[in-house]
């Protein structure tokens, strides 16, 4: 019998190999952690390790007024702190039954849906970054550049904008940034084609994410993904559309679902184009906004003194990392009894463990950059 | 007048020093070698250092027009000695070797590294009298030092005890081992066509006129010259061959645990070793130093050394170029790419020009100039499609050089 001269477990044997992923490492978008253990280049597992930016932000709601509330929603997703601000509004108006100015709700959308421009600017750009295209990540940062300097001019923030109040917004949007806007927008679109050209269409890039980490459609409901993570999954899901809220309804826009663009349905590909595609249809709602914006005041006559009567409200706003909710509890004080905030982040985090099991260590890193994870959504 | 080299000058100089009666005493080859260490020494700070720094500057400045950043400007006119900024602060660095790594090889990695790049010079010509010496075996003995510098690499991703380094060091040798070998190849169609090993010899070859270049000798030489590149970038570890210290997937890769000066010499090699590509590329394929005869021996050598110089950083330039456009591929992509199409295709490259050899054993004036034709429209094709995406390119380019 050729039986082995030694047993395999005592000279002859592999190890797997586990790695500590962050939370310093470069490419996990703030302080994430993935405690990944790899035979070689393959993973075996992926789990994800939460918790390294945690503020306590929803335990802090109960501790301040409901205006005063609002600046430290900013914090639970500083990229697109203005989905953040409005969610939070939205519950204490429907709580408080207050009603928003029409300019007001103009108002919001407008900054809303520049802030998601910026936001998927990000993503997209540090998507690039990932696979090691750094030219791209840079142009993409110039053009949210100029998007802060517009924010500036509306509200005086570049990042954490506390601009909607309840009621309506803080500033008015005046008619000189109304032409810049229209400006950088006449700018932009031409800019969202030069990315296609230089990154979308790269034949290394479509390589390294086409047919990478698939998310079918029964996987994205079990696993709760939302926004852009489940409209690339096919699921033409949008609350925008089918919860309206705001002035959305009025307004025309397409809800881009991926179509399986370079290889099959609801790969890293499509996560990334469906976002490209957002790009331009957030773009075309600023436009149309800008057009219908009534005159009028931008905020209504909310009392110093908010006290929404006793009651319970769940709001749900379409960021750029999908759903956000606000569950907000009123005891009929002035203060909050409880603030819960539900992020598209944190449930998007749970598949990552089932999508990385062998896929290699480089794909994990598209995984992550195309889920659009971001540290403080995931961990408020 | 007999040519002589520097090396010729240089034994002159040492033998009329001995016999004046400098070194009493002393063998004859000990002085040898002092003087050649010495030499070494000079031409290792006065044009090495130099070269690598400049590039690694012109690399930051360039990456940045790309990026419509500035880059660095502040050292010296528009920047040009960030490179001695740098140097200077990465020696007064504290030395840091990490308290699990290996005590012996830790530190030498880097030297390694930097040996094997170094050695390189030895061969590259930059005039007609200007190589430190013309070995007859030049293209082997280039192909063997730079294999020295993937020992270092997995020295240095071993001895650092982490993993990232490990992951790196591990995805170097793959990578490097697995593209000498298309490399080589495209080597060998040259020697083929040379009849020689000899960097001068290959050089002598070609004319000064493009279609008297070795790229334009018969398709098969132009096809290696491509296949030659692409591998040299992969050995050099550029985009979007940047696998070993991919910074988004490996941290650093093999460099994770390195700072200083010893983190300085591994990219001062990839830096130095981004003017090798483009020397050997030049050597090889575009024709080295030739230029037209002008009489005048020092302009002659002048211009020689220049338009060498020019050609090997117009490929620096594209290798630059290449990085800022990128994504990195993945590693199963890269062997992929390595073993199924550049290995086959650089065999048949060898086998092409062999069988072209013993058909037109000296050449085809007509397959040259043939061969120039199609490399100047391949060549306006593409400046046509660049023209294109400028055209369409809406947003200000930020063409200005001098912010």
Same mark, same amino acid.
């Given at each position: 019998?050729?039986?082995?001269?030694?047993?395999?477990?005592?000279?002859?044997?592999?190890?797997?190999?586990?790695?500590?992923?962050?939370?310093?490492?470069?490419?996990?978008?703030?302080?994430?952690?993935?405690?990944?253990?790899?035979?070689?280049?393959?993973?075996?597992?992926?789990?994800?390790?939460?918790?390294?930016?945690?503020?306590?932000?929803?335990?802090?709601?109960?501790?301040?007024?409901?205006?005063?509330?609002?600046?430290?929603?900013?914090?639970?997703?500083?990229?697109?702190?203005?989905?953040?601000?409005?969610?939070?509004?939205?519950?204490?108006?429907?709580?408080?039954?207050?009603?928003?100015?029409?300019?007001?709700?103009?108002?919001?959308?407008?900054?809303?849906?520049?802030?998601?421009?910026?936001?998927?600017?990000?993503?997209?750009?540090?998507?690039?970054?990932?696979?090691?295209?750094?030219?791209?990540?840079?142009?993409?940062?110039?053009?949210?550049?100029?998007?802060?300097?517009?924010?500036?001019?509306?509200?005086?923030?570049?990042?954490?904008?506390?601009?909607?109040?309840?009621?309506?917004?803080?500033?008015?949007?005046?008619?000189?940034?109304?032409?810049?806007?229209?400006?950088?927008?006449?700018?932009?679109?031409?800019?969202?084609?030069?990315?296609?050209?230089?990154?979308?269409?790269?034949?290394?890039?479509?390589?390294?994410?086409?047919?990478?980490?698939?998310?079918?459609?029964?996987?994205?409901?079990?696993?709760?993904?939302?926004?852009?993570?489940?409209?690339?999954?096919?699921?033409?899901?949008?609350?925008?559309?089918?919860?309206?809220?705001?002035?959305?309804?009025?307004?025309?826009?397409?809800?881009?679902?991926?179509?399986?663009?370079?290889?099959?349905?609801?790969?890293?590909?499509?996560?990334?184009?469906?976002?490209?595609?957002?790009?331009?249809?957030?773009?075309?709602?600023?436009?149309?906004?800008?057009?219908?914006?009534?005159?009028?005041?931008?905020?209504?006559?909310?009392?110093?003194?908010?006290?929404?009567?006793?009651?319970?409200?769940?709001?749900?706003?379409?960021?750029?990392?999908?759903?956000?909710?606000?569950?907000?509890?009123?005891?009929?004080?002035?203060?909050?009894?409880?603030?819960?905030?539900?992020?598209?982040?944190?449930?998007?985090?749970?598949?990552?463990?089932?999508?990385?099991?062998?896929?290699?260590?480089?794909?994990?890193?598209?995984?992550?950059?195309?889920?659009?994870?971001?540290?403080?959504?995931?961990?408020? | 007048?007999?040519?002589?080299?520097?090396?010729?000058?240089?034994?002159?100089?040492?033998?009329?020093?001995?016999?004046?009666?400098?070194?009493?005493?002393?063998?004859?080859?000990?002085?040898?070698?002092?003087?050649?260490?010495?030499?070494?020494?000079?031409?290792?700070?006065?044009?090495?250092?130099?070269?690598?720094?400049?590039?690694?500057?012109?690399?930051?400045?360039?990456?940045?027009?790309?990026?419509?950043?500035?880059?660095?400007?502040?050292?010296?006119?528009?920047?040009?000695?960030?490179? &001695?900024?740098?140097?200077?602060?990465?020696?007064?660095?504290?030395?840091?070797?990490?308290?699990?790594?290996?005590?012996?090889?830790?530190?030498?990695?880097?030297?390694?590294?930097?040996?094997?790049?170094?050695?390189?010079?030895?061969?590259?010509?930059?005039?007609?009298?200007?190589?430190?010496?013309?070995?007859?075996?030049?293209?082997?003995?280039?192909?063997?030092?730079?294999?020295?510098?993937?020992?270092?690499?997995?020295?240095?991703?071993?001895?650092?005890?982490?993993?990232?380094?490990?992951?790196?060091?591990?995805?170097?040798?793959?990578?490097?081992?697995?593209?000498?070998?298309?490399?080589?190849?495209?080597?060998?169609?040259?020697?083929?066509?040379?009849?020689?090993?000899?960097?001068?010899?290959?050089?002598?070859?070609?004319?000064?006129?493009?279609?008297?270049?070795?790229?334009?000798?018969?398709?098969?030489?132009?096809?290696?010259?491509?296949?030659?590149?692409?591998?040299?970038?992969?050995?050099?570890?550029?985009?979007?061959?940047?696998?070993?210290?991919?910074?988004?997937?490996?941290?650093?890769?093999?460099?994770?645990?390195?700072?200083?000066?010893?983190?300085?010499?591994?990219?001062?090699?990839?830096?130095?070793?981004?003017?090798?590509?483009?020397?050997?590329?030049?050597?090889?394929?575009?024709?080295?130093?030739?230029?037209?005869?002008?009489?005048?021996?020092?302009?002659?050598?002048?211009?020689?050394?220049?338009?060498?110089?020019?050609?090997?950083?117009?490929?620096?330039?594209?290798?630059?170029?290449?990085?800022?456009?990128?994504?990195?591929?993945?590693?199963?992509?890269?062997?992929?790419?390595?073993?199924?199409?550049?290995?086959?295709?650089?065999?048949?490259?060898? &086998?092409?020009?062999?069988?072209?050899?013993?058909?037109?054993?000296?050449?085809?004036?007509?397959?040259?100039?043939?061969?120039?034709?199609?490399?100047?429209?391949?060549?306006?094709?593409?400046?046509?499609?660049?023209?294109?995406?400028?055209?369409?390119?809406?947003?200000?380019?930020?063409?200005?050089?001098?912010?």
């Amino acid at each position: 019998m050729g039986e082995a001269v030694y047993p395999e477990s005592e000279v002859f044997h592999t190890e797997d190999m586990t790695i500590s992923v962050g939370p310093q490492h470069p490419s996990t978008h703030g302080v994430l952690r993935f405690v990944v253990r790899t035979d070689g280049e393959v993973i075996g597992e992926a789990i994800p390790d939460v918790g390294y930016l945690h503020r306590s932000i929803e335990k802090i709601g109960e501790k301040c007024t409901y205006h005063g509330y609002v600046p430290y929603t900013d914090r639970a997703d500083y990229l697109a702190a203005m989905f953040a601000n409005q969610g939070f509004c939205m519950a204490a108006e429907k709580l408080g039954a207050t009603e928003v100015t029409r300019r007001g709700e103009f108002c919001r959308v407008i900054a809303c849906e520049l802030n998601r421009i910026a936001s998927h600017l990000i993503s997209v750009g540090t998507f690039g970054q990932d696979i090691g295209a750094i030219t791209p990540f840079l142009h993409a940062l110039r053009e949210r550049e100029t998007i802060n300097d517009l924010m500036e001019e509306i509200c005086g923030a570049r990042l954490t904008y506390n601009y909607i109040r309840i009621g309506g917004v803080g500033y008015d949007i005046t008619q000189e940034t109304c032409d810049k806007i229209l400006v950088f927008l006449d700018h932009f679109d031409p800019i969202v084609d030069e990315y296609n050209r230089l990154l979308s269409y790269n034949k290394i890039y479509i390589e390294r994410l086409a047919n990478v980490a698939a998310i079918t459609k029964e996987e994205a409901f079990q696993y709760n993904l939302v926004g852009p993570n489940l409209r690339a999954s096919g699921v033409k899901w949008d609350i925008r559309r089918d919860i309206p809220y705001s002035v959305y309804p009025e307004l025309e826009f397409e809800v881009p679902v991926g179509h399986g663009e370079k290889g099959t349905i609801g790969d890293c590909y499509d996560r990334y184009w469906v976002r490209m595609q957002e790009l331009q249809e957030s773009s075309k709602i600023v436009r149309q906004c800008l057009k219908m914006m009534p005159k009028g005041p931008a905020i209504s006559k909310v009392p110093r003194k908010f006290k929404p009567p006793a009651g319970e409200v769940y709001v749900r706003v379409e960021a750029p990392r999908g759903d956000m909710g606000y569950y907000v509890v009123s005891d009929g004080t002035e203060y909050p009894y409880r603030v819960r905030i539900r992020t598209g982040s944190f449930t998007a985090m749970a598949i990552i463990d089932k999508l990385s099991r062998g896929i290699m260590v480089a794909d994990l890193i598209a995984l992550i950059a195309s889920l659009d994870v971001d540290a403080p959504e995931i961990d408020r | 007048m007999r040519r002589r080299s520097i090396a010729d000058f240089m034994k002159q100089f040492v033998d009329s020093l001995i016999q004046q009666g400098y070194f009493p005493g002393a063998p004859v080859q000990v002085v040898y070698a002092i003087a050649m260490v010495l030499a070494a020494f000079i031409v290792l700070s006065v044009f090495v250092a130099p070269l690598a720094g400049v590039t690694s500057w012109l690399e930051r400045r360039v990456w940045a027009r790309m990026q419509s950043r500035v880059g660095p400007n502040r050292v010296g006119p528009q920047g040009i000695l960030q490179w &001695i900024a740098d140097g200077i602060k990465n020696l007064l660095k504290e030395d840091l070797i990490p308290a699990a790594a290996d005590k012996l090889l830790f530190p030498l990695a880097p030297y390694i590294v930097f040996v094997g790049f170094l050695c390189t010079f030895v061969v590259i010509p930059f005039g007609a009298n200007l190589v430190v010496a013309d070995l007859n075996i030049g293209i082997l003995y280039l192909l063997a030092v730079t294999s020295i510098v993937v020992v270092g690499i997995l020295m240095a991703g071993w001895s650092s005890n982490n993993k990232w380094s490990l992951l790196g060091g591990m995805r170097s040798a793959a990578q490097i081992v697995s593209y000498e070998i298309p490399a080589g190849l495209a080597v060998l169609t040259i020697i083929f066509v040379a009849g020689t090993m000899s960097t001068q010899g290959i050089i002598k070859g070609q004319g000064w006129a493009p279609w008297d270049w070795y790229l334009f000798y018969n398709p098969f030489t132009f096809i290696a010259f491509f296949l030659y590149f692409t591998a040299a970038l992969a050995e050099g570890n550029r985009t979007p061959f940047d696998i070993p210290e991919a910074e988004s997937e490996l941290v650093a890769g093999y460099v994770t645990e390195y700072s200083g000066m010893r983190f300085l010499f591994f990219f001062f090699a990839e830096w130095g070793n981004l003017y090798v590509i483009g020397a050997v590329a030049t050597v090889l394929f575009l024709g080295g130093w030739q230029v037209p005869p002008v009489g005048n021996a020092f302009i002659e050598g002048v211009l020689q050394f220049v338009v060498f110089f020019l050609k090997a950083y117009l490929w620096v330039f594209v290798a630059m170029w290449v990085r800022a456009t990128l994504p990195r591929v993945r590693v199963d992509q890269l062997m992929a790419l390595c073993w199924k199409y550049m290995v086959p295709l650089s065999f048949l490259c060898v &086998i092409g020009t062999a069988a072209w050899m013993v058909v037109l054993p000296h050449g085809s004036r007509w397959a040259s100039v043939g061969m120039f034709a199609l490399g100047v429209l391949i060549l306006g094709l593409f400046v046509r499609r660049l023209r294109y995406q400028i055209h369409n390119a809406k947003p200000e380019l930020y063409l200005r050089p001098y912010i």
